[in-house]
Each structure stands twice: as C-alpha cells, then as structure tokens.
C-alpha cells in the first residue's frame, strides 16, 4: 500500500538524549515536511525539504536537525538542545506539482522525562 | 512562527445541526485548506480551495475561499457524530502551509 509512514507511535526518552523519529513515503513526493502540534494548537513547521540533500528551517528549528539523503525518507532528530521536547510530531509530503496537498503520517508522540 | 485565527475555538452542537467555522489572515494566501484531525492521529484532507471567491463541497461539507484571499469558512450540514474532531483551516502562499489553531467539535445525539 502506497503512503506515509511514522515510526514509532510512541515514543520516551530521558531528558538530556538525542531521539531521532522516523518518516518514510513510498509515493514517490518530492517534498516533505515536520511540525510539531501541542494540546491546543495547530501545527507549526520545523523543518522541510523539497528536493534530495537540501532542506530548510521553518518557524520552530531551534533544537532540531533533519537529512534527506533519499527521496524516500526524511528522519528528525530532537536534541538535547530543545527546551521543551514533548509533543505530538507529524510528518507530511507532497508532490511538487500544482494544486496538489500534502499527505501527514500518523504521528508520533514524544516524552520526555 | 505564523498561525492563522480560527473561531469558534470548540463548539458544542447536536446531532443534526449545521456547523460554520470561519478562519482569517493578516496575510493574502493561494490557497486555502481545511482538515479534520482525529485524536492521537494526522490530519486528514476534507476541502481544498485554490481561487479567490471559489465554493466548494464535498458531501455534507462546503467551503469558500474568501475574495480578498485572507479568509476562509467551513460549514457543515446535518451533522452526525462521526463529524466529532479538530478541524484546521491551512493558508498556503509559497511552499509553506500555515496552520490555524483549530476548532474542536463534540456533537451529542
């Protein structure tokens, strides 16, 4: 089945470790995307990347860093230089061509304690 | 980082009634989209609206994307209990999507 895939479904860590949360399509998008949703807001974007080995910030980056090295996959990883890790973290991708939408995962929802 | 204003921020409504959700933009977007999100997982793709003034429907669900481009509503009709979730409205000028805060629905039988 074609579609976008967030592993794992949940997620704990000890505070002070790097996590890196996993997204993979196989629907052959050029662009994905990460944000992160707290309880009672929207999403808002960390990062996104439209083609293989580039990327760019979104409006919350600090503390996050990503890689594309496939088209396929788009892996973000939460350091230990974000203040306030927990939350729930989507993945999303599109196809670069007109009047197309983006796809989420299921997310993953992160602890830290 | 940006967000759109999106109200009512919850709504308590009864099986059968209509529903209207509204969100505005200090800034002109290309497109606007609404999602539903269901607890704990993505958000799902209900309308997209790509041109100023454009209404569109999609079953019970109709949206408009508003003529001066920095609003957008979503109504819905006859609704049911499956309709129960977050809905966001997006605005998208770039590549960007920008998210509204989200407006949670409850409908009771």
């Known amino acids: 089945d074609g579609g976008i895939t967030q592993s794992p479904k949940y997620l704990f860590r000890k505070e002070g470790q790097n996590v890196t949360l996993s997204c993979e399509q196989n629907l052959n998008h050029d662009a994905m995307y990460w944000y992160r949703q707290d309880p009672g807001q929207g999403l808002r974007l960390i990062y996104y990347s439209q083609i293989v080995n580039d990327f760019q910030k979104g409006d919350i980056a600090e503390g996050y860093s990503v890689s594309r090295e496939k088209k396929e996959s788009f892996p973000l990883t939460v350091t230990s230089a974000q203040k306030n890790p927990t939350a729930f973290y989507l993945c999303?991708?599109?196809?670069?061509?007109?009047?197309?939408?983006?796809?989420f995962g299921q997310g993953t929802r992160l602890t830290v304690v | 980082g940006q967000q759109l204003n999106q109200s009512p921020q919850s709504m308590f409504i009864q099986e059968g009634e209509d529903v209207s959700m509204n969100c505005t933009s200090s800034?002109?977007?290309?497109?606007w989209l609404w999602y539903k999100q269901d607890p704990g997982e993505g958000p799902v793709l209900l309308i997209a609206l790509y041109k100023a003034g454009e209404l569109t429907s999609n079953g019970r669900l109709t949206a408009q994307f508003g003529i001066t481009r920095k609003d957008s509503f979503l109504n819905i009709s006859a609704s049911i209990p499956s309709d129960v979730g977050i809905y966001f409205c997006?605005?998208?000028?770039?590549?960007?999507?920008?998210f509204g805060t989200g407006t949670r629905l409850q409908v009771f039988p």
């Open positions: 999303a991708s599109r196809p670069l061509r007109e009047n197309t939408e983006a796809f």
């Open positions: 800034s002109i977007f290309n497109t």
């Open positions: 997006a605005g998208r000028s770039t590549d960007k999507l920008i």
